[in-house]
């Protein structure tokens, strides 16, 4: 089947938009006509080869939301003409697998960056060429994705599917470190360390879950602006202060949680030493394999910890439908995190992502 896909074709290329084949779906899989797509930072760390993934050609996208075209012949759990969203794959067979945590899959390397079916077969190619694909068992910077029946999750038709497509990896992953992660009861305290998609939608989680003290910590007046008009009750600007002495001063000792969504080493040891005796912090910033950081032994030893958080620790056929939920009830309104670009403006969307104009850009197919 012909369809049209962003192709990279080099080393932090541009996406170029060309017409390629997919393959049909087998037993287990399911062809999903792409609606949306949320661009991601993870996307563009593949694009540069930050990931241990196969050099190019390639197509990426994870937050992907469509309707169901066509299924395999052993897939019970959705039908065409289902909504849904795609999130992450994973084998399902391994011990962390079997134990419900499903993102710390022994074999998810295989299942999401492998730039094919776990098999090694190929799901897109370009007249005799093949095109790595498969990225997250979706790559949805195309008109069309295979996916599995793992990880496609069904929505209901009553919500708008454009806006839905984060929710497959930036929403999910900074709404489940709050709701999931962190399990805390209202009138916790939380500092969130970067404010962009994932640190935003922590914050809305936040609010959520009754957290009475929810701090932005960032280092560009607007977001800090927008974080309190989505319930953060302060916000620091480390351009101006320090933000551990001021998280300290908020919390009268340090925030019971704290949250790093910006990838920096640096910003990971100010969370920490932000924290109080028995706080935690959670660690979600996308950083190239290798990276390190120091941390203060004794300050840990004195009852902290630091948690590494994939994906907010969810199991996504079970917390997606919830942010739904949420989200028609008026309390999680993650569209207001949306920027929305037409499929042939992809390259305009990243430039805005990278220099930080837009919060989550979103592409709509044609």
């Not at 012909?2 to 938009?17: D, L, P, Y």
């Not at 697998?97 to 295989?110: I, P, R, S, T």
């Not at 949680?257 to 990838?263: M, N, P, S, V």
Request: charged share 25%; aromatic share 6%.
């Amino acid at each position: 089947m012909k369809i049209k896909a962003a192709v990279v074709n080099e080393r932090s290329g541009k996406f170029s938009i060309e017409q390629v084949e997919i393959s049909d779906p087998r037993d287990d899989e399911v062809l999903v006509r792409i609606v949306s797509t949320g661009i991601c930072h993870t996307d563009l760390a593949a694009r540069d080869m930050y990931l241990p993934i196969p050099p190019p050609p390639s197509v990426f996208g994870h937050e992907g939301a469509g309707v169901v075209e066509k299924v395999g012949a052993r897939v019970n759990k959705v039908k065409p003409g289902d909504h849904v969203v795609l999130a992450w794959d994973y084998c399902g067979a391994c011990k962390t697998c079997e134990a419900g945590k499903v993102l710390y899959c022994l074999n998810f390397f295989q299942h999401n960056f492998f730039g094919a079916r776990p098999d090694g077969s190929m799901t897109l190619k370009k007249g005799n060429k093949d095109i790595h694909g498969n990225f997250f068992n979706q790559s949805s910077f195309a008109t069309f994705s295979l996916a599995n029946e793992r990880n496609v999750v069904k929505v209901p038709k009553d919500v708008p599917l454009e806006i839905l497509a984060p929710l497959g990896c930036g929403v999910m992953t900074g709404a489940g470190a709050v709701m999931n992660s962190f399990q805390a009861k209202p009138g916790s305290s939380i500092a969130v360390f970067g404010i962009g998609n994932v640190g935003l939608s922590a914050i809305l989680a936040a609010v959520v879950c009754g957290y009475t003290t929810i701090i932005a910590v960032g280092r560009r007046p607007e977001p800090l602006k927008f974080a309190k008009e989505l319930g953060a009750t302060h916000t620091v600007n480390t351009s101006e202060v320090d933000p551990v002495k001021a998280i300290r001063e908020i919390t009268d000792g340090g925030a019971e949680f704290t949250l790093e969504c910006a990838g920096n080493p640096e910003v990971l040891r100010q969370a920490v030493d932000s924290l109080p005796r028995c706080g935690v912090c959670g660690v979600q910033g996308v950083v190239p394999p290798g990276t390190e950081v120091r941390l203060d032994m004794d300050l840990i030893m004195n009852g902290r910890t630091v948690k590494g958080i994939l994906g907010g620790d969810d199991h996504p056929n079970l917390f997606i439908p919830k942010l739904v939920e949420l989200y028609k009830q008026g309390r999680m309104p993650f569209d207001r995190l949306i920027t929305f670009y037409k499929f042939e403006e992809i390259n305009k969307a990243v430039e805005d992502m990278e220099k930080r104009r837009i919060i989550k850009p979103v592409l709509r197919m044609s």
